[in-house]
T-cell receptor, first 110, second 116 residues
Framework: DAKTTQPPSMDCAEGRAANLPCNHS???????VYWYRQIHSQGPQYIIHGLKNNETNEMASLIITEDRKSSTLILPHATLRDTAVYYC???????????FGGGTRLMVKP | GAVVSQHPSRVICKSGTSVKIECRSLDFQATTMFWYRQFPKQSLMLMATSNEGSKATYEQGVEKDKFLINHASLTLSTLTVTSAHPEDSSFYIC????????????FGPGTRLLVL
């Protein structure tokens, strides 16, 4: 079973920041938080991952709470092409399988 | 990010035939590859884990004799759907990790299989 909880859907206005929450209250000390997204009829795309520090790359920022029980993925300036299902996944560093939950369907609207 | 390719991207076959799907890691050596299946409006479900040079590990409920997996090299894994039935119609996606890509798995673009 997936170890994360995400809202099933969210809307965001184009050009605004999209903040996608994820709860992972049972995360263990050696587990990372990964974010992927899946645009319709494509394979999932890696976005970002982190352990406990906040992370930023060219796609997004990842904010992890101090207790590590939740995190937020931030797309700073959402575009229509960011419309996708976003998956928050926890897994250990050893590279084991990814367990996908339901994800959040983000709809970016003009 | 790393590039993982799949071939074919789309295949239509008759019931009872076998279909082979290839998954290649193009810029790194993947010690582990994973095969997922996704039905419409559902999330990805792991079918099996494939380690180079050893037998694949199948998830509960996935028939190993029906879904044959071969991981003969560090850049290629194949999934063969044997004696395909209409209920095998789905979106099959592979992912690869390991080597210099130990931290992250990268996914292929997927193969849509339609069995008539």
């Amino acid at each position: 079973d997936a170890k994360t909880t995400q809202p099933p859907s969210m809307d965001c206005a184009e050009g605004r920041a999209a903040n996608l929450p994820c709860n992972h209250s049972t995360i263990s000390g050696n587990e990372y938080v990964y974010w992927y997204r899946q645009i319709h009829s494509q394979g999932p795309q890696y976005i970002i991952h982190g352990l406990k520090n906040n992370e930023t790359n060219e796609m997004a920022s990842l904010i992890i709470t101090e207790d590590r029980k939740s995190s937020t993925l931030i797309l700073p300036h959402a575009t229509l092409r960011d419309t996708a299902v976003y998956y928050c996944i926890v897994r250990d560093y050893a590279g084991n399988m990814l367990t996908f939950g339901g994800g959040t369907r983000l709809m970016v609207k003009p | 990010g790393a590039v993982v390719s799949q071939h074919p991207s789309r295949v239509i076959c008759k019931s009872g035939t076998s279909v082979k799907i290839e998954c290649r890691s193009l810029d790194f050596q993947a010690t582990t590859m994973f095969w997922y299946r996704q039905f419409p409006k559902q999330s990805l479900m792991l079918m099996a884990t494939s380690n180079e040079g050893s037998k694949a590990t199948y998830e509960q409920g996935v028939e190993k004799d029906k879904f044959l997996i071969n991981h003969a090299s560090l850049t290629l894994s194949t999934l063969t759907v044997t004696s395909a039935h209409p209920e095998d119609s789905s979106f099959y996606i592979c992912s690869a990790g390991g080597g210099k890509r130990q931290e992250t798995q990268y996914f292929g673009p997927g193969t849509r299989l339609l069995v008539l």
